[in-house]
């Protein structure tokens, strides 16, 4: 082969090259999805419309399904659509929402793949819930900055500024040094201390349950020391939901960058709806996945037990950074005190102890 000819063949393939996307959806997925729900396009896995490259926060769930290489059809029926009835549209992580708050149920809950940017775990709707309760291991955070996770069941979390839960909260200051901290909280008053030291592999139970019109009994046992804690307090809440969530906190007007928790298993749990004591999964309630800004997951739930009373959230490599609260969806935030000294740190006037959103829209709505 001359040199003449080389060159023409070498200047062919780069032609050929250059109109090759970089990489491309697998028909294979398309027409499962086709199979599954209908309709469908590169863009339901991809961020790009022409499919390839980085996938958005359907295509990387859809990824982390053991089953997806050899049974994509199951793997998608187990995650769901990517926005509920509307299985057609692509789920775009990079869409902005107009405002820093929005008024409805953001994440509209029992619609296909529900999405929060600090929010993972299970929610229950449709009724009315005078009761949540839940057990879970406070578990061993490996951390190197700033960092911080929460755990918690609660009630009201649905509906704007209308949430009392409790929970434990972990958080690693910029020495890699890990304190613990069990809290409860009533938007939109100031977070509490529970006076309970906690350490990591103790055996917690946390309940919240009304007694009466606005009076509730708020309750959180360390069984693994036999510490137990119980108060009563006023509140009005909506009753419109239960959570069992592991969240991301926010400080200021920044969440925390999620730290590695590894994972946490909930179990035990169990709430009052309508009046009738129900598992999760007697409740219809609905699992959550926590996405960074580029669609990557974060923290994932499993499936509901064969109990319908336990799952467990695991925490993904995938990068959490330190962003602000008002570009994106989020869940209530749990405003954490600084460094857990026994004096809160000064705050942020608007946002002070509480939570300033909630669910936000899952991407593409």
């Not at 209908?38 to 022409?50: E, K, P, V």
């Not at 007694?211 to 009563?232: F, P």
């Not at 969240?247 to 169990?270: C, H, K, T």
């Amino acid at each position: 082969m001359n040199k003449k000819t080389l060159i023409v063949l070498l200047f062919i393939s780069l032609t050929i090259l250059s109109v090759v996307p970089e990489s491309f959806a697998l028909p294979q997925y398309l027409d499962s999805y086709y199979a599954v729900y209908g309709g469908g396009s590169c863009s339901t896995c991809h961020i790009r419309a022409s499919g390839g490259g980085a996938r958005n926060a359907y295509g990387t769930l859809f990824e982390n399904q053991p089953s997806h290489t050899t049974d994509p059809g199951a793997a998608l029926t187990a995650i769901g659509p990517p926005t509920g009835e509307s299985t057609t549209q692509a789920v775009d992580p990079q869409q902005k929402t107009t405002g820093e708050r929005t008024t409805d149920p953001g994440i509209n809950i029992g619609r296909g793949l529900n999405i929060s940017n600090n929010w993972a775990g299970y929610v229950a709707t449709g009724g009315t819930f005078s009761s949540v309760a839940g057990s879970w291991i406070v578990p061993q955070v490996n951390n190197s900055g700033t960092s911080s996770d929460a755990t918690w069941v609660g009630i009201g979390g649905a509906a704007r500024n209308q949430l009392i839960q409790t929970g434990t909260q972990a958080l690693v200051n910029n020495k890699g040094q890990v304190s613990y901290q069990p809290w409860y909280e009533m938007l939109p008053a100031n977070s509490q201390k529970i006076p309970l030291s906690i350490n990591p592999g103790d055996y917690i139970t946390a309940s919240i349950a009304q007694k009466s019109a606005n009076q509730w009994i708020i309750s959180l046992s360390d069984i693994t020391t036999g510490q137990n804690y119980q108060t009563n307090v006023t509140y009005a809440s909506s009753l419109s939901s239960a959570e069992w969530i592991e969240e991301m906190p926010v400080l200021g007007r920044s969440f925390i960058p999620l730290d590695n928790f590894g994972s946490v298993q909930f179990n035990a749990l169990s709430t009052v709806k309508d009046g009738t004591t129900l598992t999760p999964a007697q409740a219809n309630a609905q699992s959550i996945v926590m996405v960074n800004q580029i669609g990557q997951v974060l923290a994932q739930p499993s499936q509901l037990g064969s109990d319908g009373a336990s799952f467990t959230i695991t925490r993904t490599a995938s990068m959490s950074t330190q962003i602000g609260t008002n570009n994106i969806r989020s869940g209530w935030r749990r405003v954490i005190i600084r460094g857990h000294s026994s004096q809160s740190s000064n705050r942020q006037s608007h946002n002070r102890g509480r939570f300033s959103g909630r669910f936000g829209k899952r991407f593409g709505e």
